[in-house]
């Protein structure tokens, strides 16, 4: 058999690269006077590449290239093709959402595809530079995204995400440099091989600990969530559907193969601690949201929340408990871009609507959006044949059967509590119109937001009704983890 090119491993990566040099040089050779919003569908159309590469590369044996820093294997490929899903969908709300008269709107577009290149870049890459790398490129972008709006508030959002993104980041990168100092490599498997064969230095558990710090961070987890609302409510909308999910699926993948592939000797020290980040993430998150008029700050503390209950499944030490996190990675990301697609539709590109009052006769004013919107809010309560049910039973039964009864239990009340504030909202989008004004219809989208309708809703009710298949390939994606 002939060796797989280290290219080929890359291959998606070279693909939104490519597309979002392209995107640039085209913007650049264009009048001022132009449309630039086909280049939200030419960033579409390579975003999709990136995302048929994936499904390919999963069709191939593993391996690594690039001497051993990045993996090709079905953990890398589950990932690329869930971040690749939700970079589409976000161009696709995007291209309907923004204005064509907006500012520099050619290099809107491709920082979509080069955050995703990062985004991409850390879930394949099995060597902790690499990792940093992935991740600063991810976060550049999605800083710059955040402030793209010419408003105060998306001002104020970009400076607070830099600010303390940066701060985050460091951490990490302390983390990395200690590990070193540790082991004397950066690789996760030396990583592992080393600590496995050695009494466990202090330096090890600190650099375990800064990395977390920065991870946390990344997906948004108690007790370094507090960016989290401000930035949410002030970055676009079609940005937050990829902040809130893309990132925080990149950033689970890495936490995966640091946790289970690099320091599975230090077990009994992460899992307790990522225990109780995921306990205050659910609680704090829940109760936050509970109080909120603002539904982008309410779904903003909702993802806290479920930053939580993904870490719940990090109790269970087994390939059940890393195929059950992927698993909810996906349901997650479905829904959480779906329900933001909604929220971009009714407040308007400037998010004046963006109060639970204002989505009052919702239903009636925009029946197929309204109608929709009730079944992501059903998939994030966890109602049964969604993609949320079934997301959440196989975290919570994970952890029930690895012995940590009192986080699924913590988990269980926490999705009670999240049903008042999600019902909230359906209730005020099914209530009748109290003014003319009210009861205004509302354009449903073109074909770009209809698309990213048809890819959310279908991905929300498939993985709710027949998860088999999403379920089986977590589950080879999980065996990859302990065996790199």
């Given at each position: ?295 982008k700050r309410m779904l903003a503390y909702s993802s806290i929340a479920h ?30 871009v779906g329900i933001f697609l909604i929220v971009s539709k009714a407040s ?137």
């Open positions: 058999m002939n060796p797989v090119p280290d290219f080929v491993r890359i291959l998606p990566e070279i693909l939104l690269v490519v597309t979002g040099l392209l995107v640039m040089l085209i913007d650049a050779s264009l009048g001022k006077a132009a449309a630039r919003r086909p280049l939200g569908w030419l960033a579409a159309a390579g975003t999709l590449s990136a995302l048929i590469a994936s499904l390919w590369l999963s069709t191939l044996p593993a391996g690594v290239a690039y001497f051993g820093t990045v993996k090709s294997d079905a953990f890398s490929a589950f990932f690329h093709f869930v971040i690749c899903s939700v970079v589409l969908s976000a161009l696709l709300i995007s291209i309907d959402a923004v204005p064509e008269n907006s500012h520099h709107l050619g290099e809107y577009f491709a920082l979509f595809l080069f955050g995703a290149s990062g985004m991409c870049l850390m879930t394949s890459a099995v060597e902790l530079l690499l990792v940093f790398l992935g991740l600063e490129i991810s976060s550049i972008s999605t800083y710059v995204l955040a402030g793209y709006r010419k408003s105060a508030t998306s001002t104020e959002s970009a400076i607070k995400y830099f600010l303390l993104g940066s701060f985050a980041t460091a951490f990490f990168l302390y983390g990395v440099a200690m590990v070193f100092g540790a082991t004397g490599t950066t690789q996760l498997t030396g990583i592992a091989d080393k600590l496995a064969n050695t009494q466990t230095p202090v330096l090890a558990l600190l650099a375990l600990g800064l990395m977390l710090v920065g991870l946390g961070f990344k997906v948004s987890a108690a007790p370094f969530q507090v960016w989290t609302p401000d930035v949410y409510e002030g970055a676009p909308s079609p940005v937050v559907a990829l902040m809130s999910t893309a990132p925080k699926a990149a950033a689970f993948a890495v936490l995966l193969r640091i946790t289970y592939g690099a320091f599975p000797s230090l077990h009994g020290t992460w899992e307790h601690l990522l225990m109780v980040m995921a306990a205050l993430s659910m609680t704090i998150g829940n109760l936050a949201a509970l109080r909120q008029k603002n539904v930053a939580g209950y993904l870490l719940v499944a990090f109790a269970a030490f087994s390939p059940d408990g890393i195929a059950a996190a992927i698993f909810y990675t996906a349901t997650y990301a479905a829904m959480n308007g590109y400037d998010d004046r609507g963006a109060l639970i009052e204002n989505f009052r006769g919702f239903i009636y004013r925009a029946p197929l959006l309204g109608t929709i919107l009730i079944v992501f809010l059903a998939s994030l309560i966890g109602i049964p044949f969604t993609a949320g049910f079934v997301g959440k039973f196989y975290v919570f039964a994970v952890a029930i059967q690895s012995g940590a009864v009192w986080l699924g239990l913590v988990g269980l009340l926490n999705s009670g509590v999240a049903g008042f504030y999600y019902l909230r909202l359906a209730a005020s989008a099914v209530k009748a119109p109290a003014t003319a004004e009210e009861a205004q219809p509302i354009y449903q989208g073109g074909f770009a937001l209809q698309l990213a309708l048809l890819i959310t809703l279908a991905s929300v009710l498939i993985l709710g009704v027949a998860p088999q298949r999403a379920l089986n390939a977590a589950k080879n994606a999980a065996l990859t983890i302990q065996t790199q």
